[in-house]
């Protein structure tokens, strides 16, 4: 089971005739979602379903070693290398899971998209502006606000409270998400990051001395 909780096996997945993968338990709940949506005239798919947890490295281990760009909330890129390996870990966990924490790992959360809302060859880019207003993906947000509850579904990052951004585009299947959510608070810190030294995750003893702040403000998005 501590696999399936770190994105370390697919073994709990089934896959999409998008070719996206979500755990096998979510599907028809998924499904059932899906076809309401099309009868309100959305087209709701998947953007990102289940990521591993080296795809999830590679992007934190280039956002900490300076090689990808991160962000503040305004926007503007941070200068990563003038900051203590602490720091560095709360900038990056603003926009980027941490491997091993990533709720994606799960197969419980997707981001989602309107396709039959974007214009011809748009590129997606799961930017709050494409969810809000007029964006091409506003009104099957504003359609799930409404509907996604009686599916089971949830959105854990609707709110910024201070940790992770706000993310309008992610969704997860309350129910399902919720036992790995309670498994997660029983990983005991020491433990994890020799996992992480072992996957060769940079900053992994930084945020073991941190693990419960993470796991409150980036993960459940906590007050």
Known sequence: MIEELLGLTERHLAVLPSGQRLHKDIISDFE???RAATA??????????????????????NKFSGQRPVLDLSGNIIDIDALTNEEKIISILTFSALPGLSRHHW????????????????QLKLEEHEYINNGPCSGLSEWLKQNMNQFGFDAPYAVYNGGI????????????????????????????????????????EEVAHNLDSILSKYVFNAL
């Open 32 to 34: 059932a979602m899906q």
């Open 40 to 61: 309100a005239g959305f087209d709701l798919q998947v953007a990102s379903g289940f990521r591993d947890f080296t795809r999830q490295k590679m992007i934190w281990n």
């Open 107 to 122: 197969g419980t959360d997707f981001d989602f998209y309107d396709a039959a809302g974007l214009p011809e060859n748009y």
């Open 165 to 204: 951004a706000r993310e309008p585009w992610h969704l997860s299947h309350s129910k399902v998400a919720v036992s790995f959510q309670n498994r997660l608070t029983t990983i005991v810190p020491a433990a994890f990051a020799n996992i992480l030294k072992e996957q060769q995750v940079l900053g992994a």
